[in-house]
């Protein structure tokens, strides 16, 4: 029985480091063996993932894109930076990114250790330099980084403090979750599972098989406006992929698509229900559904699995165990480093 007490107190330790998790997530968080989340981490990158001073002229945070009060998303089609620069992708939630297993649309970066720090260094979108970073966080935040890593600031340190915070980040305790879904949303989540077949890619926990598949959407104009994983991988089959987004928050993710091009879920829908764009490498489980006009209605029970029941509108955002920082009003306002 020893081994076992070992590591159920290991357990109960690593529970203890961070927030509690929302109904419906699995219940261990993973986090990497030389990053694992500590109140302390997770303090500090809260306060750099609010701090404006992050960006090149001060005007943009990680927070002005990732709004907790948008599910962390910014309700742009497409994301802006600074000097109102534009990219060419939506803006994702960052809701339940413990468990996913690559990011970005393309799937770019392997960990969130290497996800957080592009959008801050990219000049289309924080604009800020290795430089800029470090003269903040050695000014501003030396003293908390030798709290949570017993070491000076380096880039290194600001992207695993950066990774930590948005690790506790959780969207869950869902009507799904809770087994309370209305007679429209079972109704929908028969669709779902069904006849519809969204769950062959909007699968488990997280509504999202972290895979990526050509929907059309990039091949609306006959030729692929944006390459997708196929700029990763270098592969043609992968042109116009992208990876699948989570159902979690879907009510207050609008717009919708890598490229924010669908403003409602009802236009998700009846896309979907048309069979999306073809070309040549159209994921072979797109089809038409010929869904009927009732099951395609305003108030159908095929919207409701992602507008009330499958994807959940109760967001826990919470910064850390000790400070409880959980609903979304406490993640929005982050105290300022002295």
Not at 171 to 182: I, K, P, T, W
Not at 183 to 206: D, I, M, N, T
Request: hydrophobic share 35%; net charge positive.
């Amino acid at each position: 029985m020893r081994p076992f007490a070992v590591l159920l107190a290991v357990a109960v330790a690593l529970y203890a480091a961070g927030p509690r998790l929302p109904l419906g997530l699995d219940l261990y968080r993973p986090s990497p063996e030389d990053n694992r989340i500590t109140p302390a981490k997770v303090a500090l990158g809260r306060l750099l993932f609010h701090d404006r001073r992050l960006s090149r002229d001060g005007s943009l945070s990680c927070a002005t894109c990732h709004d907790p009060r948008r599910a962390f998303t910014d309700g742009r089609t497409v994301a802006q930076g600074i000097g109102g620069a534009r990219g060419n992708r939506n803006t994702p939630t960052i809701v339940n990114r413990a468990w996913g297993r690559s990011f970005f649309f393309d799937g770019r970066a392997a960990t969130l250790e290497r996800q957080v720090l592009q959008p801050i260094l990219s000049v289309s979108e924080l604009g800020a330099s290795p430089e800029t970073v470090l003269s903040l966080a050695r000014t501003h935040y030396r003293r908390r980084f030798r709290e949570a890593f017993d070491a000076e600031p380096s880039m290194d340190l600001v992207a695993r403090a950066l990774a930590s915070y948005v690790r506790t980040i959780g969207a869950g305790d869902s009507d799904f979750d809770r087994g309370a879904l209305g007679e429209p949303a079972r109704r929908g989540l028969a669709l779902f599972r069904g006849k519809a077949g969204c769950h062959a890619c909007h699968s488990g926990p997280l509504f999202t098989d972290e895979e990526f598949h050509n929907t059309g959407i990039a091949w609306r104009t006959g030729v692929p406006t944006d390459e997708g994983r196929a700029r990763i991988t270098k592969t043609p089959r992968d042109r116009g992929a992208f990876k699948t987004p989570t159902l979690r928050e879907i009510a207050r993710t609008a717009p919708y698509m890598h490229d924010g091009s669908l403003a409602t879920l009802a236009q998700v829908i009846d896309y979907y229900d048309q069979g999306g764009q073809k070309n040549p490498a159209l994921d072979t489980r797109l089809r038409p559904l010929r869904l009927s006009a009732t099951e395609t209605s305003p108030h159908s029970c095929a919207r409701s699995p992602a507008a009330s029941g499958t994807a959940d509108n109760r967001l826990n955002a919470r910064a850390s165990h000790a400070a409880r920082c959980g609903r979304i009003r406490s993640a929005i306002s982050a105290p300022r480093a002295s």
